[in-house]
């Protein structure tokens, strides 16, 4: 995938962020909550797992699938991430708008995995 970014990580014992979405900027994400997914990754990246209310796994997307979810002052954003072996590979990253993920969100992020994989 071509626009793919990969980011080596700071230490050799942690996995890297491999990212098929673009990445969260401040504005719109706020720096505070842009601080907090990058403390939460980091931990992900350490191999430490994380559950509700911050992550629940997303199997719909595909294996080794969750959505992180960080509340911001006016919304929640939500990151779609998969943990591979070699890296974290961050599928999509927006704004949560409805409920329930929409099967427009779940179809973008497996074909995002199928370009990435292949």
């Not at 995938?1 to 990212?19: E, V």
């Not at 599928?91 to 994989?117: G, P």
Request: hydrophobic letters at 35%.
């Amino acid at each position: 995938m071509s626009d793919m970014i990969y980011i080596r990580s700071m230490s050799p014992d942690h996995k890297p962020l491999a990212w098929l979405a673009q990445k969260p900027k401040t504005p719109p994400m706020s720096l505070a909550t842009r601080t907090e997914c990058g403390f939460l990754l980091r931990l992900i990246q350490m191999g430490n797992k994380i559950s509700l209310p911050h992550s629940r796994p997303m199997p719909i997307i595909g294996k080794r699938c969750h959505e992180l979810r960080v509340n911001d002052e006016k919304c929640t954003w939500r990151l779609f991430y998969r943990i591979d072996d070699d890296a974290i590979v961050i599928i999509d990253v927006d704004n949560k708008k409805t409920e329930k993920t929409t099967k427009t969100k779940i179809d973008l992020c497996k074909s995002r995995l199928n370009d990435y994989d292949a």
